[in-house]
């Protein structure tokens, strides 16, 4: 007889135990059952001479792992577990200037209050992504140019070039129709070698000018004309930073 057929309790339907077609050197194989049904998620095992049993998997039988297994860290495909690579951010600060503040032409770049944000402590070897949105305005025909700065060296800034004004972004010409009454939106992002050796801070501001030399004024977070009440918009700016594991 080369299996065996039961019929299901209720008879609708029949379970079969089959032999294979020959057994390895036409062996007698003799197979033990367990002696009871066994607890959930476990499975039938062998102990390789005929004797099975009921038992939960190992690590051997879902597969040897290396590393430790925590809340940072992921399976690989080689079984390794390992915390995830670049780009993982590991701290982000964020100031929002919600009042305004306005600078005349000068020949010089100046702070922008309250645009500045410290890093507490980046790591060596980190990079930091540094966004800033802001909102302009100002008097007819002026020129504003704003800069990024890591404590007090230039960052994100173009070339030299003879005669120009050095940069990181640019808002210009308000003397379009009821130009005072119109605001500019300002952004620009740079990714950062801060160059910390994660024992100080490092602080992220901007700076800006108006480049004409007469007597014109930018304002921040707020249209340049105060005369008309229904025109008059005040708004928000912002600088962010992110220390990126590189």
Known sequence: MSQVKVTADSGGGTVSLKAPASTTSNAAVVLTLPVDDGAANTFLKSNGSGVTSFAAPTATEIGTTSGTASADTFLCGNNTWA???????????????????????????????????????PTSGTKVLVRFHIQISGTANMYGAVKILRDSTDIGIGDAISGFT????????????????????????FYDTHGANGST??????????????????????????????????????????????
């Open 83 to 121: 915390e995830a690579g670049g780009g993982k951010i590991l701290q982000v600060k964020s100031t929002t200037k919600t009042d305004t503040t306005s600078v005349a032409s000068a020949s010089s770049f100046a702070d922008i209050s309250g645009m500045s944000v410290t890093l507490t402590t």
């Open 201 to 246: 801070d490092v602080t992220y501001k901007l700076q800006w000018r108006e480049t004409t030399g007469a007597s014109r004024t930018i304002w921040l977070n707020r249209t340049a004309d105060a005369a008309n009440g229904d025109n008059n918009i005040a708004t928000a700016s912002n600088i962010t930073v992110m220390e990126v594991e590189a």
């Open 166 to 189: 050095r940069a990181s972004a640019m808002v210009t010409d308000t003397s379009v129709s009821y130009g005072t009454y119109k605001m500019w939106t300002v952004a620009n992002e």
